[in-house]
């Protein structure tokens, strides 16, 4: 299948600000479930509330725009009673680690087969640019209009602590490595987390003296380095983006289906 | 004959629950019908606890206060429980202190006799077997069965003490002990809310329950896990209520019938997800088992607290089903109703119960299985060419269909949308059309209500009105008041969300009987069918109500 036939085109022009990182991500997406070639029938998206749940509405899969924050504790009750199918959950900042950060970690805890894609854009975009557990100490935001004063949450080692038993970050200027990774999470059997940093123009770049769409692209160009990379070294605050935890683990829907085995032969 | 109630009293930690389970099984197996409730702390060790047993030829259902016999398994409990003990009533317990009653030091006759201190509460079921006239015989079948787990010594041990109590009880009784429960021909099950609704779930084709524990809907939940894998119901604990209502929502988008069950301040946090459910059009069995609030309240004691509650959850308006069952018997009926209906209607349904229907014993002679099925309304997508989650339709039920059941995609979202699922702001059109055929499933769903139950309403002057796990002790109360010379009647609802078609007959004085402190349920009923109340008999202090209470109270306010 083509990446047309994965989308709903009578839905376009989207929703999105001119810029926005989430159109990049949904292109990345899309890609990477065509590389898979997977049928549109196999995919189950669940996604919250949000500039980024927005996604839902022009993927042409089986679409769940639930609500604000239980998209996962939705998706893996949709994943337990049909675990055959291929359930991932794109999420915002807020969505995935303010309001659903507690089934975010159980989630990951469970290490259930689901693909969680957390588009941080360090912001609350469709409610008028609020400061998120991303937005940086000393950023700023409609309610922290003289500089924020919380620290933001590390989701990458947030995610590693709860569990996860694959966890990366990319971004939106990284466009082929994206792609890559969540062809990887995808596949992964247990519960992915993937942080895709994405700008939003509108809201966190007006407000943080970033200039255009271009200029944060730019950003998270300067910005980052691959994993253990010498750039790192020589400079601590680069971020890193990269595959950070991939490894095997016991995955929560075989984990029940031993249980149900055991039980039986008990009788 | 008459009714024997049996309180057994003791310490938490001490067994009083073992104890009392065991006698209620022999008495049942005996063939009597049994009805058990118990009263304790929310604690884990002390205070004093109470569990209480009525003995009766036909089942009666419903708590009685009052003890003909009271064992004590310390002198704490002795003296907390005494001033329930009738004068002509007969103490057990290991001290004496009345004239009327059994002396045996069950804790030295245990280590002296039996070299082990753990039998010490089951020479008390032997005492209390004896003073009640059953058959040693009938407990020795009991207890074989309950230890046979624990090894052959275990089941050894504990005849001999259950021989050693009823010796001593039956030498020590002559005389005073009147009461004689020869083996007789009926036999009841002995169920309580908490083991029916788990059953009846099964037995309607649920697949998922998840839950987050809270007292008193926790024993639905534990009986799953350990059941679970057997019936093929799934049973998720999930790391809050917010999240057991979403997956339950997830597995039932999926296609599998799906439910949770909580106490009040769970189901707040459920209230959300209520919504959801409204307006995805997703179904879903919510147990909402209460207890005194408001807050963390009195968790574990009863109440009827959560009716209007109930009824008005959620933000936005959608239609949905309360029912409120009045005993195991009917929670299992009202059970496999909720889910198909659930399912029919595409829509929430909560099933209130409260900690005394949830934890008290029930003998129920019949199920009758045979007049209840699960019915599925899931779609056949073979007949479906192009395929509308959201199909506008004359009575508002659109075809429903699950993902990966066939080609068609299943899209669903909690914005207002267009038929096929799709985010929309067609405020003209599309948006009057969907609120409307959402409300209008109210229509069809108000025909499948049932009708209150009505006991002795033509010949009353005065008519009491309940709801839910209280039938059984308005029916002694009614008895009760007939005796004194009163002429009452009861008027009873089950089923609360939408009313039937009903109306109060005229020229009667009707007062509601409720375990709230605001008569919620007079509130209702004045709104809905104009009806007015010369008040209400309200019961608020987490005890559950009795036929006693309901007389006198009565007689105090409204003679
Ligand atoms: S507000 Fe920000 S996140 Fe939302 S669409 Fe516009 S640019 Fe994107």
New interface residues.
């Given amino acids: 299948m083509a990446v047309k036939d994965y989308i709903r085109e009578k839905f376009f022009p989207h929703i999105w600000c001119p810029g926005c990182g989430h159109g990049i991500i949904m292109g990345g997406l899309i890609r990477a479930i065509e590389t898979l070639q997977k049928e549109k029938n196999d995919i189950v998206i669940v996604s919250g509330i949000g500039c980024s749940s927005r996604i839902c509405g022009y993927l042409d899969f089986h679409t769940l725009h639930t609500i604000h924050g239980r998209a996962l504790a939705f998706a893996t009750g949709v994943k337990l009673s049909r675990p055959e199918l291929t359930v991932i959950a794109p999420m915002g900042d807020g969505d995935a680690f303010a309001i659903g950060g507690n089934h975010l970690i159980h989630a990951a805890r469970r290490n259930i087969d689901i693909t969680a894609i957390i588009m941080n854009n360090n912001i609350y975009g469709m409610t008028g640019g609020q400061y998120s557990p991303s937005t940086g100490y000393g950023e700023f935001a409609t309610t922290a209009p003289y500089s924020n004063i919380d620290h933001p949450f590390d989701f990458v080692n947030l995610a590693i602590g709860a569990g996860a038993s694959f966890v990366a970050r990319t971004t939106t200027y990284h466009v082929t490595s994206m792609i890559k990774i969540i062809e990887k999470a995808i596949m992964h059997h247990g519960f992915s987390v993937v942080e895709i940093m994405s700008q939003c123009p509108t809201y966190f770049g007006r407000k943080n003296k970033f200039a255009s769409a271009v200029e944060m692209l730019k950003y998270y160009r300067d910005h980052t380095t691959p994993i253990g990379s010498k750039d790192k070294k020589n400079n601590p605050d680069l971020i890193e983006r990269g595959i950070f935890i991939e490894k095997e683990m016991p995955e929560y829907c075989d984990e029940y289906d031993k249980i149900i085995k055991m039980a039986s032969k008990g009788e | 004959m008459k009714d024997i109630n049996v309180i057994i009293a003791g310490a938490a930690g001490e067994g009083i629950h073992t104890v009392g389970d065991i006698l209620a099984r022999t008495i049942s197996a005996q063939g009597y019908a049994v009805f058990t409730w118990q009263e304790y702390e929310s604690r884990i060790r002390g205070g004093q606890n109470s569990y209480s047993i009525r003995i009766s030829e036909k089942p009666r259902n419903a708590p009685l206060l009052q003890a003909d016999a009271l064992l004590g398994l310390n002198d704490g409990a002795v003296n907390k429980y005494k001033p329930l003990l009738k004068e002509e009533g007969i103490l057990i317990a290991q001290r004496q202190s009345r004239k009327r009653m059994i002396t045996i030091p069950f804790g030295e006759v245990a280590k002296e006799e039996l070299n082990d201190k753990i039998f010490a509460n089951t020479i008390a079921i032997g005492a209390l077997t004896g003073v009640l006239g059953a058959d040693l015989d009938t407990l020795n079948q009991v207890l074989a069965e309950k230890f046979k787990k624990k090894g052959q010594g275990i089941v050894q041990g504990n005849l001999s003490a259950a021989q050693k109590g009823y010796r001593q009880a039956t030498q020590q009784c002559k005389g005073m002990c009147a009461w004689k429960l020869p083996r007789q021909e009926a036999r009841y099950y002995l169920v309580s809310g908490n083991e029916a609704i788990p059953l009846a779930a099964t037995f309607a084709g649920c697949?998922?329950i998840?839950a987050y524990p809270m007292t008193p809907s926790t024993g639905i939940i534990n009986y799953l896990a350990k059941e679970g894998?057997?019936l093929g119901i799934?049973a998720?604990q999930?790391?809050?209520e917010?999240?057991?209502i979403?997956?339950?929502?997830?597995?039932?988008?999926?296609?599998?019938r799906?439910m949770t069950a909580t106490s009040g301040g769970g189901f707040a946090l459920m209230v959300?997800?209520i919504s959801?459910s409204g307006m995805?059009e997703t179904p879903v069995v919510v147990i909402l088992a209460q207890r005194p609030g408001p807050a963390t309240g009195l968790p574990t004691r009863t109440a009827q607290g959560e009716l209007l509650f109930s009824i008005n959850a959620g933000h936005g308006e959608f239609p949905r089903l309360v029912l409120a069952p009045s005993d195991p018997y009917d929670a299992f009926h009202k059970i496999v109703k909720a889910f198909n209906l659930a399912d029919k209607y595409q829509m929430p349904v909560i099933v209130l119960t409260d900690h005394f229907l949830a934890d008290s014993q029930f003998s129920v002679l019949d199920f009758h299985l045979n007049t209840v099925s699960p019915t599925s309304y899931i779609a056949d997508p073979q007949k479906i060419r192009d395929y509308k989650r959201y199909q506008l339709t004359k009575n508002g039920i659109s075809p429903r269909l699950c993902?990966?059941q066939s080609?068609h995609?299943?899209?669903?979202?909690?914005?207002e949308h267009d038929e096929e699922?799709?985010?929309t702001e067609d405020l003209d059109v599309m948006v009057r059309s969907m609120v409307k055929k959402r409300l209008s499933k109210l229509d069809s769903l108000k025909q499948e209500i049932s009708l209150p139950e009505e006991t002795n309403v033509n010949d009353a002057d005065i008519v009491f009105v309940g709801w839910g796990s209280s039938r059984g002790a308005l029916l002694e109360g009614l008895r009760l008041l007939k005796q004194e010379g009163n002429k009452v009647g009861m008027i009873h609802f089950t089923e609360l969300w939408p009313l039937p078609e009903f109306s109060f007959p005229n020229g009667k004085t009707y007062i509601t009987v409720e375990s709230n402190a605001t008569g919620q349920l007079a509130r209702l009923l004045r709104s809905e069918y104009s009806v007015s109340f010369k008040g209400t008999i309200s019961r608020y202090d987490g005890l559950p109500l009795t036929g006693e209470y309901i007389r006198s109270n009565f007689n105090e306010y409204y003679r």
């Fill in positions: 697949r998922f998840a894998e057997l799934f998720e999930a790391e809050d917010i999240a057991a979403n997956m339950a929502l997830g597995v039932s988008y999926s296609g599998a799906a959300e997800g959801l995805t993902p990966g080609r995609l299943v899209g669903v979202d909690s914005d699922g799709h985010i």
